[in-house]
Nanobody, 135 residues
Framework: QVQLVESGGASVQTGGSLRLSCVAS????????MGWFRQAPGKEREAVAA????????????DLADSVKGRFTVSQDKTKNTIYLQMNSLKPDDTAMYYC????????????????????????WGRGTLVTISS
């Protein structure tokens, strides 16, 4: 069965760092569109970053939220079928539930668009991991 399991969420102080993990099972992340989203209470879901491993040694990465550019980095480890979100210089505005998602039906060229469309086309979602940043 297809499953995405996030981990790494915690409560940290402003300026701290966290590394979120998303372990995929039931499919291989290679050749599929993956991404990170976040949603704060009362606000719309926001795409954070997209990642597509399209061949051995080649990865497409697109930062999608201007507010996190230069602070967040998405990466992958295909041997572990896992994607990551390294978050540095955290701010209170980063407080949200963070979700990992996968779209198994779009090619590389449509991956970024799939996430920017609020993830409506994403096929699978993790349960989320909570990140809380205190002042």
């Amino acid at each position: 069965q297809v499953q995405l399991v996030e981990s790494g969420g915690a409560s940290v102080q402003t300026g701290g760092s966290l590394r979120l993990s998303c372990v995929a099972s039931g499919f291989t992340i290679r050749g599929n569109c993956m991404g990170w989203f976040r949603q704060a209470p009362g606000k719309e879901r926001e795409a954070v970053a997209a990642i597509y491993i399209y061949s051995v040694g080649h990865v497409f990465i697109s930062d999608l939220a201007d507010s996190v550019k230069g602070r967040f980095t998405v990466s992958q480890d295909k041997t572990k079928n896992t994607i990551y979100l390294q978050m540095n210089s955290l701010k209170p505005d980063d407080t949200a539930m963070y979700y990992c998602a996968a779209d198994l039906n779009v090619p590389l060229g449509g991956c970024k668009t799939a996430l920017l469309g609020r993830g409506e086309a994403m096929d699978y979602w993790g349960r989320g991991t909570l990140v809380t940043i205190s002042s």
